[in-house]
């Protein structure tokens, strides 16, 4: 459900940064800004406390096969936008209730919406695989203002419009372009679902993952129906 008023204890001037805000009904406010993540992904990594060192030796942790990285004793990129919330948001269920607040930068232009906590993070899961992920990375242009609070089918609606600007009236091009996207992503996100059973509590960020994947069947299946026609 989208909202147009910002709950009482946020104020339009502190989404001045990029971002999604969360407000739990314990009062827990969360900030995933994305200027800060770096710095806050690297102290994570770098701390045996946050993440033992038997884990980051697994396979399942290593970066993925397809990634120019594989081989390497690197922190995997898609998973830098992650880490540094697991310890706010992995108490909660996916089901959980909450306040989202997204902001492109631009306080005097947010989305408000009451949700579940598996719905707000499909934010985190979009960072993740397409602007993090360097398998993902050469999509950025599907996502060109898109919402990451927007329901799976409408979010459908704006890639497929995004696509068809980038490529014109070629369908054989769009429905190329669409099929590797939609491989290459949910392949990235299959490698990162492994990790994130090894190191979190509940289901909020594996279920978030498979919220983004549904967009991503919506928009195979309204291509092939457009197509069709």
Same mark, same amino acid.
């Given at each position: ?54 884990? /980051? &030796? !697994? ?11 594989? *081989? =390497? @004793? ?78 799976? /089918? &409408? !979010? ?11 490529? *014109? =009236? @070629? ?59």
């Amino acid at each position: 459900m989208t909202i147009t008023e910002l709950p009482s204890i946020f104020q339009k001037e502190d989404f001045t940064k990029e971002g999604l805000y969360l407000l739990f009904p314990d009062g827990q406010k969360v900030k995933i800004v994305r200027d800060e993540i770096e710095a806050l992904s690297e102290e994570f990594w770098q701390d045996p406390k946050k993440i033992h060192p038997n884990i /980051k &030796e !697994m396979p399942e942790f290593q970066p993925c096969g397809h990634c120019p990285h594989h *081989g =390497e @004793d690197i922190l995997c990129l898609a998973l830098r936008p992650i880490l540094p919330y697991l310890k706010n948001v992995d108490r909660y269920m996916s089901y959980q209730e909450v306040t989202a607040v997204f902001s492109a930068g631009d306080a005097s232009n947010v989305k408000v919406s009451k949700t579940t906590t598996q719905q707000a993070l499909k934010y985190v899961a979009i960072l993740s695989l397409i602007y993090y992920c360097e398998m993902g990375n050469r999509y950025c242009g599907f996502l060109k203002d898109i919402s990451p609070l927007t329901p799976p /089918k &409408e !979010m459908a609606d704006h890639l497929l419009s995004n696509i068809k600007e980038i490529y *014109g =009236e @070629d369908k054989a091009k769009i429905n190329e372009e669409i099929a590797k996207f939609q491989k290459e992503v949910l392949e990235s996100a299959q490698c990162l679902t492994k990790r994130l059973r090894l190191i979190c509590e509940n289901d909020a960020f594996l279920n978030a993952f498979v919220n983004a994947q549904t967009a991503l069947d919506f928009l195979l299946l309204k291509n092939r129906k457009q197509s069709a026609g």
